[in-house]
């Protein structure tokens, strides 16, 4: 008994030990750049990889809000929210329409459909730019949020495949039942389907969120006026390879750039990891 | 049935595309035809003086340009209140990126800030207005201005951009480190052999690297060396479908020299050299290095900024028998009007305000380079802060001791550049011979100019 | 392919094949919709100008196959770019996968202290695209960087060395740079594996299965449709690795790091050759149709499906 109780003590640690020195590894960047946010503009190169701060001070942060041309961070911030919230529960919510189509029911074409969708992700992005850029701005789409968010609407193939992934592991007895309780496709999907995804889904929208909070090219070719700029666009103008850069303040956005994803990600992990465990459900 | 269904999709989608694209290329090819018809001729019908004009106006810069520059819009716009200029500013990276996809859609902006190595790619493809109407009929004032600042915007005898302000390179020096090295500063008379003994002299006494890079780097330093050897010399050809010097030999020495100073210490390896991004990032700033040698004239403002003591300018090195100066005046950026603006005249006349303005230029305080209007120097030389002093006297220096600049670069010029670059980094650590990589380079870049003048 | 297996399998109970072709293509439909507004008519443009010298600036011009010819007989570039994506791809990938699946591992229970360790190794994952990190970057391997303090007080290093600029080292550094942001990966294995119902583990302690036949009877068949997806996409994003090196090192130095996608950015944007560009896409596409049709075609043999009722 003893013995036993050592040796869990003794995993126990190693677990922890581990983790935390890998952990390490894992911050130190981190923990660099929240660091360098605070230090003045010499400190930042000189004892560049010092984890403290000679002082706490928030000078970067004031002067990196003011930003460009009189418009300032809460601009960007509000630009970046509006775009990212509204495409997160676009991707989210159409990608799982298209998932349980794919996944689950058999119609004509599906084959031939779903190989379309996976070749749609093997083109680089980078020469989809100018035919997208022309077909928008024909819209008359160019420098508002439109070009950004409403393409969100209509699934996201890297979500779709994921969702159809995890419907992969639900049984199909499920749906059965549900037919027989005279459940028709939509009711099976939202009643039967939705919740058991559920990990899916805030995993995709942590993805979501995060990838349209950090994309640069799409608002840089979309979005001319300076007003509707995001983050992610206005962080770049800090740096310019002729002048003096305010590293300072462009560490200071940075880290609270990183703050919305972070929360993000720290509220939706224990969704995830929640899961349908829980329910207790049996093959 | 599969199959059908996927055959009527497949109809459908290439219907749709075609529908698109067909529309897209004719109103291409329309805009095109109204370019051509239009290159020169100056449409003043359109617009009157008194009409509601918005454009947009480009440009990339730092924190401090993007202010200077919205300051000078507003009081631009006091003047001219029927004038709304619509700010689209962004950093470098990205910029050009953003002005290709609007060129290919047939959206570039009014006024749009320029490069040097673009604008005759841009010009080229008719996408630029020729202004050189608007200094006839006295529009754009150049009066103060001289031919040599006027002369990086002219391709085929047409003006396509305005310089915004003039640039050399320089080398940067710390003479400290000099001092307490014992060696002689540098003088504008300095040769490339001279050049060798100081760098090497100062990493001996001192085990600090004599210079950051080679004067020039690989591709103006090069440029600057094969221009010494003849009045018909340059990189590029004055056309730009090949190169523009017939002797490997100089390409050779260049880099021999290169090789050598790298081997002996005395400048880092480009491993080094590649991580400093930003001229607060330089090893003179870091006191690594005593010397930085490629680098344009205006960015002592900042290298002296961040270095936060007093540092001296100089001429790169002359060659012993040299034929003429490799040295030249550069444009640092330009303004271009589109070809396809609606308001011609507007565009111009900000241009030209940008350019003459005094009150405007006290805003901008020679931040894109020297002013090229003597007017607007003599206006701010007295209260200019040390930096922009010594860069005023650097620029007037090298007018003494220059040639004209050379032809404009081709396009293809992106793309050797990378090769250039490739082939020195494969010469410093000795995967390639300085003779070898003469050769190599002369076929690929020949080949790729060829390939680009089609 | 699962799910096409599925579909394949003649389901008994399914012969409303009608309102099953209704119901399917209403609801793939905000997904077909977008495909053919949004998708197919830039994919179809460049198709189109992988057949044309197109400078961007002016109309294509057709030259038909003239691309594809340059690209395999004269591009030494090409060739180099395949290499190098080819190397990262076939080390970073199975590396942050093994690495992502691991730590799920280690994360799956609901212990003291585990949403904090998750959120830890996750950091990473969300400064990867940001302009950050190219400084930081540099701040652990340049010249002046964290490894080499560390190494230099170790008295292990003779010379001044920056891992991102060696033409030795550089690619691995971007490789680390890779694995060490296994978040994405992390995070879908987590929830692959809580997907699990809780009741197989428990009939396997009762029939007296220890950790390691768990892991092999019970957890990898279970999450064999979410390794399917991690490796197909995981792989894709291996092959259009692009930010880091465009960030970091511009493929330097002299292409030890340059990736095909950077290479394609570079001609159509850099050098304005977007025909070219549009070709170097598509036979990219090529290649990782093949790969991915691989994986598909094998996965019938060792993905296993809830769904498919035996």
């Given at each position: 008994?003893?013995?036993?109780?050592?040796k869990?003590?003794?995993?126990?640690?190693?677990?922890h030990?581990?983790?935390?020195?890998?952990?390490?590894?894992?911050?130190?960047?981190?923990?660099?750049?929240?660091?360098?946010?605070?230090?003045?503009?010499?400190?930042?190169?000189?004892k560049?990889?010092?984890?403290?701060?000679?002082?706490?001070?928030?000078?970067?942060?004031?002067?990196?809000w003011?930003?460009?041309?009189?418009?300032?961070?809460?601009?960007?911030?509000?630009?970046?929210?509006?775009?990212?919230?509204?495409?997160?529960?676009?991707?989210?919510?159409?990608?799982?329409?298209?998932?349980?189509?794919?996944?689950?029911i058999?119609?004509?074409?599906?084959?031939?459909?779903?190989?379309?969708?996976?070749?749609?992700?093997?083109?680089?992005?980078?020469?989809?730019?100018?035919?997208?850029?022309?077909?928008?701005?024909?819209?008359?789409?160019?420098?508002?949020?439109?070009?950004?968010?409403?393409?969100?609407?209509?699934?996201?193939?890297f979500?779709?495949?994921?969702?159809?992934?995890?419907?992969e592991?639900?049984?199909?007895?499920?749906?059965?039942?549900?037919?027989?309780?005279?459940?028709?496709?939509?009711?099976?999907?939202?009643?039967?389907?939705?919740?058991?995804?559920?990990?899916?889904?805030?995993?995709?929208?942590?993805?979501?969120?995060?990838?349209?909070?950090?994309?640069?090219?799409?608002?840089?070719?979309?979005?001319?006026?300076?007003?509707?700029?995001?983050?992610?666009?206005?962080l770049?103008?800090?740096?310019?390879?002729?002048?003096?850069?305010?590293?300072?303040?462009?560490?200071?956005?940075?880290?609270?750039?990183?703050?919305?994803?972070?929360?993000i990600?720290?509220?939706?992990?224990?969704?995830?990891?929640?899961?349908?465990s829980?329910?207790?459900?049996?093959? | 049935?599969?199959?059908?269904?996927?055959?009527?999709?497949?109809?459908?989608?290439?219907?749709?595309s075609?529908?698109?694209?067909?529309?897209?290329?004719?109103?291409?090819?329309?805009?095109?035809?109204?370019?051509?018809?239009?290159?020169?001729?100056?449409?003043?019908?359109?617009?009157?003086?008194?009409?509601?004009?918005t454009?947009?106006?480009?440009?990339?810069?730092?924190?401090?340009?993007?202010?200077?520059?919205?300051?000078?819009?507003?009081?631009?716009?006091?003047?001219?209140?029927?004038?709304?200029?619509?700010?689209?500013?962004?950093?470098?990276?990205?910029?050009?990126?953003?002005?290709?996809?609007?060129?290919a859609?047939?959206?570039?902006?009014?006024?749009w800030?320029?490069?040097?190595?673009?604008?005759?790619?841009?010009?080229?493809?008719?996408?630029?207005?020729?202004?050189?109407?608007?200094?006839?009929?006295?529009k754009?004032?150049?009066?103060?201005?001289?031919?040599?600042?006027?002369?990086?915007?002219?391709?085929?005898?047409?003006?396509?951009?305005?310089?915004l302000?003039?640039?050399s390179?320089?080398?940067?020096?710390?003479?400290?480190?000099?001092?307490?090295?014992?060696?002689?500063?540098?003088?504008?008379?300095?040769?490339?052999?001279?050049?060798?003994?100081?760098?090497?002299?100062?990493?001996?006494k001192?085990?600090?690297?004599?210079?950051?890079?080679i004067?020039?780097?690989?591709?103006?330093?090069?440029?600057?060396y094969?221009?010494?050897?003849?009045?018909?010399?340059?990189?590029?050809?004055?056309?730009?479908?090949?190169l523009?010097?017939?002797n490997?030999?100089?390409?050779?020495?260049?880099?021999?020299?290169?090789?050598?100073?790298?081997?002996?210490?005395?400048i880092?390896?480009?491993?080094?050299?590649?991580?400093?991004?930003?001229?607060?990032?330089?090893?003179?700033v870091?006191?690594k290095?005593?010397?930085?040698?490629?680098?344009?004239?205006?960015q002592?403002?900042?290298?002296a900024?961040?270095?936060?003591?007093?540092?001296?300018?100089?001429?790169?090195?002359?060659?012993?028998?040299q034929?003429?100066?490799?040295?030249?005046?550069?444009?640092?950026?330009?303004f271009?009007?589109?070809?396809?603006?609606?308001?011609p005249?507007?565009?111009?006349?900000?241009?030209?305000?940008f350019?003459?303005?005094?009150?405007?230029?006290?805003?901008?305080?020679?931040?894109?380079?020297?002013?090229?209007?003597?007017?607007?120097?003599?206006?701010?030389?007295?209260?200019?802060?040390?930096?922009?002093?010594?860069?005023?006297?650097?620029?007037?220096?090298?007018?003494?001791?220059?040639?004209?600049?050379?032809?404009?670069?081709?396009a293809?010029?992106?793309?050797?550049?990378?090769?250039?670059?490739?082939l020195?980094?494969?010469?410093?650590?000795?995967?390639?011979?300085?003779?070898?990589?003469?050769?190599?380079?002369?076929?690929?870049?020949?080949?790729?100019?060829?390939?680009?003048a089609? | 392919?699962?799910?096409?297996?599925?579909?394949?399998?003649?389901?008994?109970g399914?012969?409303?094949?009608?309102?099953?072709?209704?119901?399917?293509?209403?609801?793939?439909?905000?997904?077909?919709?977008?495909?053919?507004?949004f998708?197919v008519?830039?994919?179809?443009?460049?198709?189109?100008?992988?057949?044309?010298?197109?400078?961007?600036l002016?109309?294509?011009k057709?030259?038909?196959?003239?691309?594809?010819?340059?690209?395999?007989?004269?591009?030494?570039?090409?060739?180099?770019?395949?290499?190098?994506?080819?190397?990262?791809?076939?080390?970073?990938?199975?590396?942050?996968?093994?690495?992502?699946?691991?730590?799920?591992?280690?994360?799956?229970?609901?212990?003291?202290?585990v949403?904090?360790?998750?959120?830890?190794?996750?950091?990473?994952?969300?400064?990867?695209?940001?302009?950050?990190?190219?400084?930081?970057?540099?701040?652990?391997?340049?010249?002046?960087?964290?490894?080499?303090?560390?190494?230099?007080?170790?008295?292990?290093?003779?010379?001044?060395?920056?891992?991102?600029?060696?033409?030795?080292t550089?690619?691995?550094?971007?490789?680390?740079?890779?694995?060490?942001?296994f978040?994405?990966?992390?995070?879908?294995?987590?929830?692959?594996?809580?997907?699990?119902?809780?009741?197989?583990?428990?009939?396997?302690?009762?029939?007296?299965?220890?950790?390691?036949?768990?892991?092999?009877?019970i957890?990898?068949?279970m999450?064999?449709?979410?390794?399917l997806?991690?490796?197909?996409?995981?792989?894709?994003?291996?092959?259009?690795?692009?930010?880091?090196?465009?960030?970091?090192?511009?493929?330097?130095?002299?292409?030890?790091?340059?990736?095909?996608?950077?290479?394609?950015?570079?001609?159509?944007?850099?050098?304005?050759?977007?025909?070219?560009a549009?070709?170097?896409?598509?036979?990219?596409?090529?290649?990782?149709?093949?790969?991915?049709?691989?994986?598909?075609?094998?996965?019938?043999?060792?993905?296993?499906?809830?769904?498919?009722?035996?």
């Amino acid at each position: 008994m003893g013995l036993r109780k050592e040796k869990r003590i003794f995993t126990t640690i190693a677990y922890h030990g581990f983790i935390w020195i890998f952990g390490f590894f894992m911050m130190y960047p981190v923990l660099w750049l929240i660091a360098s946010s605070f230090k003045d503009e010499a400190e930042i190169f000189q004892k560049s990889y010092s984890l403290i701060p000679s002082s706490l001070k928030f000078d970067n942060y004031m002067q990196g809000w003011k930003g460009f041309g009189g418009i300032s961070f809460g601009t960007f911030f509000k630009n970046s929210f509006v775009i990212v919230i509204l495409s997160t529960i676009g991707q989210v919510a159409s990608s799982a329409l298209v998932a349980y189509g794919f996944a689950r029911i058999k119609f004509v074409g599906q084959r031939v459909l779903f190989a379309c969708m996976i070749i749609t992700m093997l083109l680089p992005s980078q020469v989809l730019m100018i035919p997208q850029y022309i077909l928008f701005s024909r819209l008359g789409w160019v420098n508002s949020f439109r070009p950004l968010v409403v393409p969100s609407y209509f699934g996201y193939p890297f979500f779709i495949f994921l969702m159809m992934q995890f419907m992969e592991g639900i049984p199909r007895e499920l749906d059965e039942a549900a037919r027989i309780d005279g459940c028709n496709q939509w009711g099976i999907f939202f009643r039967i389907l939705l919740p058991l995804i559920r990990p899916a889904m805030i995993t995709s929208a942590i993805f979501s969120f995060y990838w349209k909070w950090q994309d640069f090219f799409g608002p840089l070719l979309y979005l001319k006026k300076p007003n509707l700029y995001p983050v992610s666009l206005a962080l770049k103008m800090f740096s310019d390879p002729a002048a003096v850069t305010d590293w300072g303040a462009m560490f200071a956005m940075s880290t609270l750039s990183l703050v919305p994803v972070f929360i993000i990600f720290v509220m939706c992990q224990k969704y995830i990891v929640e899961g349908i465990s829980t329910t207790g459900l049996k093959g | 049935m599969a199959k059908k269904w996927s055959v009527l999709l497949i109809a459908m989608a290439l219907m749709t595309s075609f529908a698109l694209f067909g529309c897209s290329n004719a109103d291409d090819t329309s805009s095109k035809d109204n370019a051509s018809a239009g290159t020169g001729t100056t449409d003043t019908s359109q617009s009157s003086d008194n009409e509601k004009v918005t454009m947009r106006i480009t440009w990339w810069g730092s924190q401090t340009r993007h202010d200077q520059t919205l300051k000078v819009l507003e009081m631009f716009q006091e003047k001219y209140p029927n004038i709304t200029f619509e700010p689209e500013f962004t950093a470098w990276d990205g910029y050009w990126e953003k002005i290709a996809t609007e060129a290919a859609a047939g959206s570039l902006p009014d006024v749009w800030q320029q490069d040097y190595q673009y604008i005759a790619q841009y010009a080229n493809k008719g996408l630029l207005l020729d202004m050189q109407p608007y200094v006839d009929n006295g529009k754009l004032d150049l009066t103060n201005v001289d031919q040599n600042s006027i002369a990086g915007g002219i391709i085929n005898d047409k003006l396509y951009g305005i310089n915004l302000g003039n640039n050399s390179l320089c080398m940067i020096y710390d003479p400290e480190i000099f001092k307490q090295a014992g060696v002689a500063e540098p003088t504008p008379d300095l040769t490339w052999e001279d050049y060798v003994n100081t760098v090497k002299t100062i990493h001996e006494k001192t085990g600090l690297y004599g210079d950051e890079n080679i004067p020039g780097n690989y591709f103006h330093g090069l440029n600057h060396y094969i221009r010494q050897h003849g009045p018909e010399y340059d990189l590029y050809s004055e056309d730009g479908t090949k190169l523009g010097y017939d002797n490997d030999k100089w390409f050779e020495e260049f880099f021999s020299m290169e090789l050598d100073l790298v081997k002996t210490g005395a400048i880092p390896l480009p491993e080094i050299r590649n991580e400093i991004k930003t001229p607060e990032e330089g090893l003179v700033v870091s006191k690594k290095a005593a010397m930085v040698g490629a680098i344009n004239s205006n960015q002592i403002v900042a290298v002296a900024n961040a270095a936060g003591r007093p540092l001296k300018m100089t001429l790169l090195p002359k060659a012993k028998d040299q034929v003429r100066e490799g040295q030249y005046i550069k444009p640092s950026m330009f303004f271009s009007i589109s070809q396809d603006t609606k308001y011609p005249d507007q565009a111009v006349a900000f241009v030209d305000y940008f350019i003459n303005d005094i009150e405007a230029n006290k805003v901008m305080m020679a931040e894109r380079g020297v002013p090229i209007s003597s007017k607007v120097r003599e206006a701010l030389t007295p209260s200019l802060p040390d930096a922009q002093k010594q860069m005023f006297d650097y620029v007037d220096l090298v007018i003494e001791n220059s040639s004209p600049i050379g032809p404009p670069q081709p396009a293809g010029h992106a793309e050797i550049d990378k090769l250039l670059k490739s082939l020195e980094e494969q010469i410093c650590y000795e995967q390639i011979t300085p003779a070898d990589a003469a050769i190599k380079f002369r076929e690929e870049a020949n080949k790729i100019l060829a390939q680009n003048a089609q | 392919m699962v799910n096409i297996q599925t579909v394949k399998d003649k389901r008994k109970g399914i012969n409303k094949s009608g309102y099953n072709n209704l119901a399917g293509y209403a609801f793939i439909s905000p997904w077909l919709i977008g495909f053919i507004i949004f998708t197919v008519f830039p994919m179809l443009l460049a198709l189109y100008f992988s057949f044309t010298e197109y400078d961007v600036l002016s109309t294509p011009k057709w030259i038909g196959l003239e691309n594809y010819r340059n690209m395999f007989t004269s591009d030494d570039r090409f060739r180099t770019a395949l290499s190098v994506t080819f190397q990262y791809v076939f080390t970073a990938i199975p590396l942050r996968l093994i690495f992502a699946l691991f730590i799920a591992m280690l994360f799956v229970k609901n212990r003291k202290l585990v949403p904090l360790y998750r959120t830890i190794y996750y950091l990473p994952s969300i400064i990867g695209g940001s302009v950050a990190v190219a400084v930081m970057w540099r701040q652990l391997f340049g010249a002046d960087g964290a490894l080499n303090g560390v190494l230099s007080a170790l008295g292990l290093l003779d010379k001044q060395i920056s891992w991102i600029g060696n033409p030795d080292t550089s690619l691995w550094t971007l490789i680390l740079l890779a694995v060490w942001q296994f978040g994405s990966p992390m995070l879908i294995f987590l929830a692959g594996l809580k997907q699990i119902p809780s009741s197989y583990y428990e009939s396997a302690s009762i029939d007296g299965a220890n950790g390691i036949q768990q892991f092999v009877k019970i957890t990898l068949p279970m999450l064999t449709p979410i390794i399917l997806f991690n490796l197909v996409m995981q792989v894709i994003s291996g092959f259009m690795a692009f930010t880091e090196s465009y960030i970091i090192t511009q493929g330097g130095p002299f292409d030890r790091t340059l990736f095909y996608a950077l290479y394609l950015f570079q001609q159509g944007f850099q050098f304005y050759n977007m025909g070219y560009a549009c070709a170097l896409a598509w036979v990219l596409l090529l290649i990782m149709g093949v790969f991915t049709a691989i994986i598909f075609k094998t996965s019938n043999y060792w993905v296993y499906s809830e769904s498919k009722g035996e």
